[in-house]
């Protein structure tokens, strides 16, 4: 029984979660966008991961924070992040702009050449958090310059053998569909040569498709989310329009030594069925 008990405690000490939330797209003076309101549907996100999974070692939402870049939809996720008691990482999209993000958020990490980009190591695996913005009027590709590429591939030797998961915005890779293909991360071939030097790449967490995806992608296996607020069709021709409203989601990954898993969460629908 002693032998057991010491086996539980070790295999539970090995066991994370964390929560993956993406493309909130928050409006200033919480306003609507695409007939919803973002601002609403990120308090209910919180409010459920709070309620459910408050056990959780961090939240990442990765990127499109807000719309238009307005200062306003960050001070409000700023606002609504205080309360949040799960140290929150961010990440910015093709809809951020970095130097207005960082004059509200002037304390989240950064590397040396100022990219909202950074490491956090905990139980002894490692986590990377990547900057895919492009600076542009009206740009949507994504972009990893020599310098935020060479961070990340000095981090990866630093890791060594070290279980490494990576959290980017824009994936290297098409899914199929057009409206987001076109603005994929545009350095594929020097983002597949930098991450060669990661011994242990568990497993990469993205956003921007606004579609609930898993890739394998040159052996690295990759997953994204919903929107919380709109989504991307699978079949343009399905809707009327560039958006639709299916269901949004936030993920729960439980991590443990030898498995990962990636629940997805559509925590707007968990409705109870009749009983008859």
């Known amino acids: 029984c002693l032998g057991k008990a010491y086996c539980l405690t070790i295999r539970k000490a090995l066991t994370m979660k964390f929560i993956h939330v993406t493309d909130i797209h928050l409006v200033g003076d919480d306003g609507s966008l695409e007939g919803l309101v973002p601002?609403?549907?990120l308090e209910a996100?919180?409010?459920?991961?709070?309620?459910?999974?408050?056990?959780?070692?961090?939240?990442?939402?990765?990127?499109?924070l807000a719309e238009s870049a307005d200062p306003k939809a960050y001070q409000i996720l700023e606002m609504k992040l205080r309360s949040f008691p799960l140290p929150c990482f961010?990440?910015?999209?093709?809809h951020d702009n970095r130097n207005v993000f960082q004059s509200v958020f002037n304390r989240h990490p950064k590397d040396l050449n100022g990219y909202v980009q950074h490491r956090f190591e905990k139980d002894?695996?490692?986590?990377?958090f990547l900057d895919t913005n492009k600076e542009g009027c009206d740009v949507h590709e994504g972009q990893l310059c020599a310098d935020r590429l060479d961070w990340l591939k000095q981090q990866?030797?630093?890791?060594?053998d070290k279980p490494t998961f990576l959290f980017l915005?824009?994936?290297?890779f098409n899914i199929g569909v057009p409206y987001v293909d076109k603005i994929r991360l545009q350095e594929v071939e020097e983002f597949a040569a930098t991450i060669k030097y990661g011994k242990?790449?568990?497993h990469v967490f993205y956003g921007h498709v606004h579609r609930m995806t898993y890739v394998n992608w040159r052996g690295v296996s990759f997953t994204s989310l919903p929107s919380l607020n709109h989504q991307i069709p699978l079949n343009a021709d399905s809707v009327k329009g560039a958006f639709c409203d299916e269901p949004p989601a936030y993920g729960v990954v439980q991590?443990?030594?030898?498995?990962?898993?990636?629940?997805f969460n559509t925590f707007l629908q968990r409705n109870p069925l009749l009983q008859t």
């Not at 991961?49 to 990442?60: E, G, L, N, Q, R």
């Not at 990866?156 to 060594?160: F, R, S, V």
Request: hydrophobic fraction near 40%; aromatic fraction near 6%; include cysteine.
């Open 90 to 94: 961010l990440l910015i999209g093709n």
């Open 156 to 160: 990866l030797i630093h890791a060594e």
């Open 39 to 41: 601002s609403e549907r």
């Open 45 to 64: 996100c919180l409010h459920d991961i709070i309620h459910w999974h408050k056990d959780a070692s961090f939240c990442v939402i990765s990127g499109d």
């Open 169 to 172: 915005h824009h994936p290297p």
């Open 124 to 128: 002894g695996r490692v986590f990377l």
């Open 255 to 263: 991590i443990e030594n030898d498995q990962l898993t990636v629940h």
């Open 200 to 202: 242990n790449i568990r």
